[in-house]
């Protein structure tokens, strides 16, 4: 063999492994940055004011009536969610004051009636502290303290040793799970911040868990290749229906499997490969264009077989997982896929009378336009030739999925569109969102004169206005070579990255085991209790 070919192979072989930065080398901010970051801090600050004034050691402020909410058991969920942010924004005295109230706060009790649920505990509060103890440079052991005893609780989700899934809900009075199916996203979505507690505990038990629930839902029998279903029994560990999407109900377990081979760097590629099998079966079965604009889709697989042309703004966190994913795992044509899922989610934003996107929406492509619902009104319709989708639930809950994977586009390409984007949304939450006191959703956001929600959610802290924060902040701080985010925007400090992360060969489904579900009523997905409490 030459010495030009070894040259040659030897190049090629290290173009093939070599991992790819996630964040664009030479990013820059334009001059403007500085000033629509000050514009996000005022809206964290108005925000927090009011939440002090009247909702302190509460979940949520209700900021239409200037009152309060507890929907995650009365521990302070706002807080929780807010605390790292703070730490990003310079707010140390507040943060101070966040730490002072969870060390002052038990967390073996739920202060409310209510069940406790292990997946929104697990991501809000687990997942807030332990990120703001890595942030402050673990200076408040603390927090660690107290996520422990949160978790020491919740571990009796799995009520049997040979146990795999978790049940969703236990009752912190008596230590008993609720008998009930769970989702995929419920079970599958506990490892970054198990895995970090028990790093700082020495206790395994936590990430043994954690990692038993994914690693069980990785080798099931699945109704498409590397995609479970959303639903499945704790009891029987069977899957419950054959309903596939990377909307909720299912979202995190799959954002979660590329993440956790991210921040563990470890050596078990079966969780970047069923990332891998998941997204190259969503190219070959559920990628889907709009006849109007040629805008991108992610649809849905339903329990009969048939696509549903569905989107929501839960799913529009898809974009930005495969931006980090194709990153990784060196694959542009993943990362542009990702690319353009998010333009397309953005699309939802930009063509609304609020310039904010809505909860549900649809559209039509190729292979029609069946929704499992009715079909699109005239109004819908003028809507969608328009546009490219049209709405079917026109609410907005603050939520950040969008914005999250803008934030993934703008620090992985420099884009100015990206960049912008963020600019429009922030002038959009601020004419639009405000009340009285703070922001809140509203209830249509194509009518500029929209009902207010009556609910500030404690991801309004923790996601919406960190990602616009650090949209418009030097991208060397919280960098996505250097930080992994959890499904609330908790940031953990991840080692350098491997090589590269999955096998080298092409992932393959890893069950054999036939595909047969049963029939069992599943939780509703993503629910906003204090809505619930108003209807």
């Not at 649920?117 to 408040?140: D, H, N």
């Not at 077989?305 to 929501?312: D, E, F, L, M, P």
Request: aromatic content about 14%; overall charge negative; charged content about 15%.
């Amino acid at each position: 063999m030459t010495s030009f070919r070894r040259w040659f192979l030897a190049v090629l072989a290290a173009s093939v492994v070599k991992a790819e930065p996630v964040q664009k080398s030479d990013l820059q901010l334009p001059p403007s940055a500085s000033i629509h970051q000050a514009t996000v801090k005022e809206l964290f600050v108005t925000s927090y004011e009011a939440y002090q004034e009247y909702a302190w050691g509460h979940d949520d402020l209700l900021p239409v009536s200037e009152s309060y909410f507890d929907g995650r058991n009365g521990w302070g969920a706002s807080i929780a969610d807010a605390m790292g942010t703070m730490w990003i924004m310079g707010l140390t005295d507040w943060f101070e004051q966040a730490v002072n109230h969870t060390a002052n706060t038990d967390f073996a009790i739920s202060h409310t009636n209510d069940l406790v649920s292990l997946f929104e505990t697990t991501i809000r509060y687990v997942g807030g502290f332990i990120s703001a103890y890595e942030l402050s440079e673990k200076q408040y052991p603390v927090l660690v303290e107290k996520a422990q005893d949160l978790a020491d609780q919740m571990a009796y989700a799995w009520i049997r040793e040979n146990q795999s899934i978790p049940y969703g809900f236990i009752n912190f009075a008596n230590l008993q799970a609720n008998i009930a199916t769970t989702n995929i996203a419920e079970a599958g979505s506990l490892t970054l911040e198990w895995n970090r507690l028990s790093l700082y505990t020495g206790n395994s038990t936590y990430q043994t868990l954690a990692e038993k629930s994914v690693q069980y839902m990785i080798h099931m029998p699945t109704p498409l290749p590397g995609m479970p279903a959303q639903g499945i029994d704790p009891l029987t560990g069977k899957p419950v229906g054959g309903y596939v999407t990377w909307g909720g109900g299912s979202d995190s377990y799959f954002e979660y499997l590329i993440k956790y081979a991210r921040l563990t760097n470890t050596d078990d590629n079966s969780y970047a490969d069923a990332w891998l099998t998941a997204a190259d079966t969503s190219v070959k079965t559920l990628l889907r264009s709009s006849t109007v604009d040629d805008w991108l889709y992610l649809a849905d697989y339903d329990d009969h077989q048939i696509i549903r042309h569905v989107g929501s703004h839960l799913a529009c966190f898809y974009g930005g997982n495969w931006i980090l994913g194709g990153k990784l795992t060196n694959n542009e044509t993943l990362v542009s896929i990702g690319l353009r899922l998010t333009d397309a989610c953005w699309n939802t934003y930009a063509s609304t009378a609020t310039g904010i996107g809505p909860e549900v929406f649809a559209y039509i492509s190729s292979d029609g336009n069946f929704t499992g619902d009715t079909a699109p009104s005239q109004e819908q319709l003028d809507f969608y030739y328009a546009h490219g989708f049209y709405i079917t639930a026109s609410d907005y809950y603050l939520r950040p999925e969008v914005l999250e994977s803008n934030f993934y586009a703008w620090r992985a390409t420099g884009d100015p569109k990206y960049f912008n984007n963020a600019i429009s949304a922030t002038i959009s939450f601020k004419k639009y969102l405000s009340t009285t006191v703070a922001y809140t959703g509203i209830y249509d956001v194509d009518n500029v004169i929209s009902e207010k929600i009556d609910d500030m959610e404690s991801f309004w802290f923790a996601e919406v206005l960190k990602y616009l924060y650090l949209t418009f902040d030097d991208p060397n701080h919280i960098s996505l070579d250097e930080y992994v985010f959890n499904t609330e925007c908790h940031v953990f400090k991840a080692p350098p990255a491997k090589s590269h992360y999955g096998s080298d060969s092409e992932p393959e489904p890893v069950s054999s085991q036939p595909f047969s579900p049963i029939s069992a009523p599943l939780p509703a997905v993503s629910l906003n209790p204090a809505l619930l409490r108003s209807l």
